[in-house]
């Protein structure tokens, strides 16, 4: 019961703060010469503190549940609960941390336009996967937190949760001034993934908490570095090109990124 009222109040949290950036964050929604997107304003890649609030709010926790006794001892009770129920161990998290990110293409290639064309959004999530890798791998080795099953010390933050919550903003990002209820609906994909990281046994509540937060980041960075990053890419687009690629290593999928000079 802890666990679900826990994450309950995550999510509600969630959205709420989530609703209070699109109220406040609403652009035009004149169409673009593209099809598939919709004119964005230079607010759209800016950093405002009330965007930073909630990834803050729970890389903090995370953090703080690596040494505060209390935090850590809803680590233990909480894995305590989960091995006690023994709840039936699903892979599904594998596959729903990259749901999200796959709606937003999906919902384009369905006709409901987004705030980039392909390209641009490519190179956005592209972006924020390389953001929290960068942030996630070396926090791992850092950290050396050792997983509720005893499987490693790489537990801290979990990867997949980060990457779940990276792909959810990256859908809300794109859809909140023109299908702004559509917009939400990666948010509780990819608490399903936290939660299922922590009923799995791979990750402690802090873990899940943290790649959260982490997550929501990355893909805030993104949109933030996107104009410089493509201005650096296409100054010269006689000269150069650029190639997005998906990779396959060690059980993770991701993007890579190649220019040609």
Same mark, same amino acid.
């Given at each position: 019961?802890k666990?679900?009222? !826990? *994450?309950?109040a995550?999510? &509600?949290?969630l959205i709420?703060g989530t609703?209070?950036?699109?109220a406040?964050n609403?652009v035009?929604?004149?169409? /673009?010469? /593209?099809?598939?997107?919709?004119k964005?304003?230079?607010n759209d890649y800016r950093?405002?503190?009330?965007?930073? &609030?909630?990834p803050? =709010?729970l890389?903090?926790y995370g953090?703080?549940s690596?040494?505060?006794d209390?935090?850590?001892q809803? #680590?233990?009770?909480?894995?305590?609960?989960i091995?006690? $129920?023994?709840?039936?161990k699903?892979k599904?998290?594998?596959?729903?941390?990259y749901?999200?990110?796959?709606?937003?293409?999906?919902?384009n290639?369905?006709?409901?336009?987004?705030?980039? $064309?392909?390209?641009?959004?490519?190179?956005i999530?592209?972006t924020?996967?390389l953001?929290?890798?960068s942030?996630v791998?070396?926090?791992k $080795?850092?950290?050396q937190e050792e997983?509720?099953?005893g499987?490693n010390?790489?537990s !801290?933050?979990?990867?997949?949760?980060?990457?779940?919550f990276? /792909?959810?903003q *990256?859908l *809300?990002?794109?859809y909140k001034?023109? $299908?702004f209820?559509l917009?939400l /609906?990666?948010?509780?994909i990819?608490i399903?993934t936290g939660?299922?990281?922590?009923?799995n #046994?791979?990750?402690?509540?802090g873990d899940v908490?943290?790649?959260a937060g982490?997550? &929501?980041?990355?893909?805030?960075?993104a949109?933030?570095?996107y104009?410089?990053?493509?201005?650096w890419l296409?100054?010269? #687009?006689?000269q150069?090109a =650029?190639?997005?690629?998906p990779?396959y290593q060690d059980?993770?999928?991701?993007l890579?990124l190649v220019?040609?000079?």
């Amino acid at each position: 019961m802890k666990i679900k009222c !826990f *994450f309950l109040a995550l999510f &509600i949290q969630l959205i709420y703060g989530t609703s209070l950036v699109g109220a406040q964050n609403t652009v035009s929604t004149s169409y /673009s010469a /593209s099809k598939d997107s919709i004119k964005p304003s230079e607010n759209d890649y800016r950093i405002t503190p009330k965007r930073l &609030i909630i990834p803050s =709010i729970l890389i903090g926790y995370g953090v703080a549940s690596l040494s505060i006794d209390g935090l850590k001892q809803l #680590n233990l009770s909480t894995r305590y609960e989960i091995t006690e $129920h023994r709840p039936d161990k699903i892979k599904l998290d594998n596959y729903t941390q990259y749901l999200p990110a796959v709606m937003v293409y999906g919902l384009n290639w369905a006709g409901v336009e987004g705030k980039h $064309h392909l390209k641009d959004r490519t190179l956005i999530y592209a972006t924020s996967q390389l953001i929290a890798a960068s942030l996630v791998t070396p926090l791992k $080795h850092l950290t050396q937190e050792e997983r509720p099953d005893g499987s490693n010390a790489l537990s !801290f933050p979990s990867g997949h949760t980060t990457t779940a919550f990276s /792909s959810a903003q *990256f859908l *809300f990002r794109e859809y909140k001034d023109t $299908h702004f209820w559509l917009s939400l /609906s990666g948010y509780p994909i990819a608490i399903f993934t936290g939660v299922y990281r922590a009923l799995n #046994n791979k990750h402690w509540v802090g873990d899940v908490v943290a790649g959260a937060g982490f997550g &929501i980041l990355s893909t805030e960075l993104a949109y933030w570095l996107y104009p410089k990053i493509k201005q650096w890419l296409f100054k010269n #687009n006689n000269q150069s090109a =650029i190639i997005i690629a998906p990779f396959y290593q060690d059980q993770a999928l991701g993007l890579g990124l190649v220019k040609n000079f």
